[in-house]
């Protein structure tokens, strides 16, 4: 306690964390979001320039629940340059009741690179192909190294490919995989990653598309976690108007600050064309997937996987 | 040091308040606010029913500042019933070079409470009338009361009438007030503070106008600062319709959020029809108030007076 907080550190919750059980309130959360149950307005933000950083206030309130989270979590893009993580972050919990604080989950981002990393999984494989070649990664950052963790608690073991802008640290991070024991490779060229895979993340801080539309091969399903600001893009907008199904993990959200947005900004898609990925999580909506088939997941991260995380974590705190 | 963040409990805070320090904190922060100096996105908020609350988030960086500020204020206004304080709060002082959270002011509102009964005088002063009969004060909470201590500041030694729902609640407040020194009565019907008081602060929470346009006597200056989400009114929209001259601690927030905003609504005063009142403490307005003039100051409580008084405290903390 302190000053009538409970503050908890990263050191406290890091040995707590077990990752089906992220899973499931993740997938929890998406499914609450979808059916309306979460009241999160669009988040806060503030974006910085010189350093290139941003700074995302999100929060909200689950129908019914005795306490509402805020969590910021901040990235700045040149701090791995200067020897620090690129992200911080923590998680207050609030009393729905008196409107006091009862805790904050002093995380350091990690709460936030969790349930990234879980929703991240857990998109994939609600449209991963039947038959899946290769999973390419692309990005070298925190959250494309945790994407091959988590995969593999959804799709299970594949070959990895990562591709990034710097092939050095692509490389590396492929390496410390392999290290573990996991098929993992790197490519220099993106195209070698986008002609072997047919289930594909992109976790960059990217501001325009990271390929064009047609380099995806028909059957595809990828996955687009880095835009999540507006002014952020990864995704090319013509790959939505190829796309079969798009989901979101929060329309709203997504128009606003995801790759979704900037394609419907670009008139290659309707606003109406997206599936809230909790509607197929709750199986209320039901996707045939043919084999041709090409495939989106745009996710933005929403207030709903935070209030999961940070409920999970402090219901095993209290235990 | 708690996980990386400095935790400041309010303990440590409540020793270091200098009124004369926060007003002129407040003060410069309206004046860079009115400037353009503050990158203050529309706060965030969430609203309850049951019980009645609401949260506000307010955060921004000051152009050129090496930190950016978040700050938390909750209002749960049947917390007194129970024997609860009214507000909670806290804010955070980030790192704008790298991200990284710096210090958590765990101030349980205080700060906020405070910043905000600093704008109140401040305003208050910015347009008084040269003969002040009486500073009529409507409300009995913590703000209500903190305005009486506060105006004293900037108006010098006055009759202050307090007006409230509860007669009782302000006859109680007068007595505290009236014990302490101070010239304090409190009035059962609210026309009778109308009739002789020439600045009236309102500091409710109410949904709907508090009295009537016609009430408030010509050559009277009123500050509002109970409105501060929108759904909530304090002043009648008629007021503004007579009023040479309104002021506003930020115009966006106060369309968004204030009173001036139910009154754009309402269609009695166009957009462009306020003052930031920054601009006047700066004198790069200089406004020539009659006698006769009726004039309003809409606060909202902006995130740059935030930002002021966790720097202000910080200072003073490491000093």
Redesign the interface.
């Known amino acids: 306690m ?4 409970e ?5 406290k919750l890091k040995p707590l964390l077990d990752k089906q059980e992220v899973l499931a309130a993740v997938r929890d959360a998406l499914i609450l979001q979808s059916a309306g149950k979460v ?1 999160s ?1 669009l988040p ?3 974006l ?1 320039e010189k ?1 290139h ?1 941003d ?1 995302h ?1 999100k ?3 689950v129908e019914g629940s005795s306490t ?1 989270a ?1 969590k ?1 979590a ?3 893009y040149e ?1 791995p340059a ?1 020897g ?1 993580p690129a ?2 972050g ?1 998680v ?1 919990v ?1 009393d ?6 009862r805790v ?1 989950l ?1 995380d ?1 981002g990690w709460l936030t690179a969790w349930r990234t990393a879980a929703a991240t999984a857990i998109a994939a494989k609600a449209l991963a192909p039947a038959q899946m070649s290769r999973v390419g990664i692309v990005g070298t950052g925190l959250q494309a190294s945790l994407a091959v963790e988590w995969l593999v608690e959804t799709l299970g073991d594949q070959a990895f490919v990562i591709w990034g802008r710097d092939p050095a640290k692509a490389m590396s991070l492929a390496d410390q995989h392999t290290a573990t024991g996991r098929t993992v490779s790197s490519v220099k060229r993106i195209e070698d990653l986008l002609h072997t895979c047919n289930v594909i993340v992109t976790a960059t801080p990217s501001k325009s598309a990271l390929f064009s539309g047609d380099a995806v091969r028909a059957g595809t399903h990828v996955v687009g976690i880095g835009a999540d600001s507006p002014g952020k893009q990864e995704l090319p907008s013509e790959l939505f108007a190829r796309a079969s199904c798009i989901l979101t993990d929060d329309s709203n959200q997504c128009l606003d600050h995801g790759d979704y947005g900037c394609a419907v900004r670009a008139g290659v898609v309707g606003k109406g064309r997206d599936i809230m990925l909790g509607e197929v999580l709750a199986e209320r909506v039901r996707i045939d997937r043919k084999a041709d088939d090409t495939t989106i997941a745009d996710l933005t991260g929403i207030a709903a996987e935070d209030i999961a995380i940070a409920g999970l974590f402090c219901e095993k705190l209290a235990a």
């Open positions: 302190s000053g009538g907080i503050v908890v550190g990263i050191e009241r307005p806060g933000q503030l910085f350093p950083g700074c206030i929060y909200g309130h509402f805020i910021v901040t990235g700045f701090n200067k620090l992200n911080h923590l207050m609030w729905a009741a008196t409107g006091a604080p904050l002093n350091e």
